[in-house]
């Protein structure tokens, strides 16, 4: 089992999005997981292009427009690799990378769609805080990226896409993490960090990485 995570990101030269990308790398990113590789996705590069952990893209990132772009472009750029699943998911996500090879473990290899479940007019998508692909369905993204709406926003986007193949999402689950304590889960492979401050969820970041370190003692 082959699993890619691509990270959307964005470089905001020491920012709030950048400390993001360092407090991926230095709790859930850094620990190794056979099979799981991580990519970091971003815009406002000269050429498309990975170098080491990063995908970077000539998308002119601006705002949430480009969203759909820039993971296009990491589907192209990172077609030649071999994997089983994309796992697209955004900078305030925690991953638990092993309990996400377990959870995909026993999924379908071909027509795997599949998020937390969200509704636009009747179109159901998977969020775009994390969803899997299967590659068959990467490379139908590729080949029909001409379908691909990008007045919506990404994650209802590649759902409207897919939808014309006859794909649609099927349900799987992520802990919002809306505030830290005692009662915080540790069996989730997805967690999103949604307070209303970013240094909060930041540190969140640090804390649930400690109860995960802390479940495996």
């Known amino acids: 089992m082959k699993i890619l995570i691509i990270v959307l990101s964005y470089d905001d030269n020491g920012g709030i999005y950048s400390k993001f990308y360092e407090?991926?790398?230095?709790?859930?990113?850094?620990?190794?997981?056979?099979?799981?590789?991580?990519?970091?996705?971003?815009g406002n590069h000269d050429k498309n292009e990975i170098v080491d952990d990063k995908i970077l893209t000539e998308v002119v990132d601006y705002d949430t427009s480009s969203c759909g772009y820039k993971t296009i472009k990491s589907f192209e750029l990172t077609k030649h690799l071999e994997?089983?699943?994309?796992?697209?998911?955004?900078?305030?996500?925690?991953?638990?990378?092993?309990?996400?090879?377990?959870?995909?473990?026993?999924?379908?290899?071909?027509?795997?769609?599949?998020?937390?479940?969200g509704d636009y007019r009747g179109l159901n998508f998977a969020s775009g805080s994390g969803y899997f692909l299967s590659k068959n369905l990467v490379d139908l993204v590729i080949e029909k990226s001409n379908l691909w709406n990008h007045v919506l926003i990404d994650d209802v986007a590649i759902a409207d896409l897919?939808?014309?193949?006859d794909i649609t999402p099927t349900k799987n689950s992520r802990h919002d993490v809306l505030h830290y304590d005692d009662n915080t889960p540790n069996n989730y492979y997805h967690?999103?960090?949604?307070?209303?401050?970013?240094?909060?969820?930041?540190?969140?970041?640090?804390?649930?990485?400690?109860?995960?370190q802390n479940k495996t003692k």
């Open 83 to 117: 994997y089983d699943y994309i796992f697209r998911t955004n900078s305030s996500s925690y991953i638990d990378k092993q309990l996400l090879v377990e959870y995909v473990d026993d999924k379908p290899l071909n027509n795997y769609y599949s998020g937390v479940i």
């Open 191 to 212: 967690y999103r960090l949604r307070t209303s401050n970013r240094d909060v969820d930041i540190n969140n970041m640090f804390n649930i990485f400690n109860l995960k």
């Open 23 to 42: 407090s991926q790398k230095n709790t859930w990113d850094s620990i190794d997981v056979e099979g799981v590789n991580t990519f970091y996705l971003f």
């Open 162 to 165: 897919l939808r014309t193949l």
